[in-house]
């Protein structure tokens, strides 16, 4: 987002315009403190997302099935690692990580609390984040 921090490993900066400094990374972590009042249909919680409508998003959300997906879309349709957090509520801690050069069933991981998540999702998954992302999308 426009004017929000962006840490990098070293230090910080501020992003020059929506989506342009998440163009083309091969790796990152979302992370977010979540809190669900009720759980199940009709319910998500959307920390995070970025995306140009058109195909190319980055996502981390906490859906209506009860599961937390890790959402990183280069073009070619849903490629994502989905974990299942079952129903519960309250306050919880979670990140979603992003390494494209891990093997391909291995590049998104999700996390709830500091717990790594067993994870399911589609195999070719990109190895770098889209060079077309713009539009920002946050609840």
């Known amino acids: 987002m426009a004017g929000s921090r962006i840490l990098d490993g070293t230090g910080y900066f501020t992003e020059s315009g929506p989506g342009t400094d998440y163009q083309g990374l091969g790796g990152f972590t979302i992370c977010s403190w979540v809190y669900r009042a ?12 970025i995306s140009n409508g058109t195909g190319q998003l980055i996502g981390l959300y906490w859906w209506q099935d009860n599961s937390i997906y890790m959402d990183v879309r280069n073009g ?11 129903s519960i509520t309250n306050w919880h801690h979670i990140a979603g ?28 998954n990109p190895t770098v984040t889209s060079s077309s992302l713009s539009g920002v999308y946050g609840m």
């Open 38 to 49: 009720a759980a199940g249909t009709g319910n998500y919680s959307y920390p995070w997302a």
């Open 97 to 124: 990580v992003f390494d494209g050069s891990s093997a391909d069933a291995d590049r998104m991981k999700v996390y709830i609390d500091g717990v790594l998540q067993a994870t399911t999702g589609t195999t070719s």
């Open 76 to 86: 070619t349709g849903a490629k994502y690692r989905a974990a299942s957090a079952g």
